[in-house]
C-alpha cells in the first residue's frame, strides 16, 4: 500500500498483479492563474507616438498569477499576448497595488529581451479584492508605466479574467 500520491507509487501500482493499491494523501496544491482577454483603455503621448491606439486594436490576450494563491509562491505575474509578440511583467515579492511598484519585464517577438528602459506595474481595481483559490473570476484594471519599453509610455488597461 502507497500512502502518497507520486510517479513511483502510480508506477508500482500498476505493476500490482494481485492484490490491490490505495493510492491517499493530501491534494496537492496548483498553480492558480486567471486568462482572459484585456483591453488598452487609454495612453499617452509617448505611446501614441510608438504606435498605440486604445481599444478594439489593442486587445491583447492576457494571464495573471496572484502571489500566495494555491502554490503560486510569493510572485505576482501578469502577461499579454498580442499576435507576434508577448511581454511579462513579475514582481518577485508582494502584491500589486494602488502604488506602482518596479517590476522584472521582458518581451519576444523575434528575439527576447529584458526591458531596458524598466517598468512600472500598479492595480487600480481588483474584484475580488482578495482572491482566494475558490475565486472563479477576477476583474482587474491597472497601469503599466514603460510599455513596450518605450520610456514614458503609460498605458492603462482592464480585463475580466477566468481561472483557468
Not at 502518497?4 to 498483479?17: E, F, M, N, T, Y
Not at 515579492?93 to 519585464?105: D, E
Amino acid at each position: 500500500m502507497f500512502d502518497v500520491l507520486s510517479g513511483r507509487a502510480l508506477g508500482a501500482c500498476a505493476a500490482v498483479v494481485a492484490g490491490f493499491c490505495v493510492l491517499a494523501g493530501p491534494a496537492a496544491a496548483e498553480v492558480v492563474e486567471y486568462r482572459g482577454v484585456a483591453t488598452v483603455t487609454a495612453k499617452n503621448k509617448a505611446c501614441t507616438q510608438a504606435g498605440w491606439v486604445v481599444g478594439e486594436k489593442t486587445k491583447p490576450n492576457m494571464r495573471f498569477r496572484p502571489p500566495k494563491v494555491g502554490d503560486n509562491g510569493k510572485r505576482t505575474t501578469l502577461s499579454v499576448f498580442y499576435p507576434f509578440w508577448a511581454t511579462s511583467f513579475v514582481l518577485d515579492k508582494g502584491t500589486l497595488g494602488q502604488s506602482f511598484k518596479a517590476v522584472y519585464a521582458a518581451a519576444t517577438g523575434s528575439g527576447t529581451y529584458g526591458y531596458e528602459n524598466g517598468a512600472e506595474v500598479r492595480i487600480t481595481s481588483l474584484s475580488p479584492s482578495t482572491i482566494t483559490e475558490a475565486s472563479a473570476k477576477v476583474k482587474i484594471k491597472g497601469e503599466i508605466r514603460g510599455f513596450d519599453d518605450v520610456p514614458g509610455c503609460v498605458v492603462s488597461f482592464s480585463a475580466t479574467l477566468k481561472q483557468r
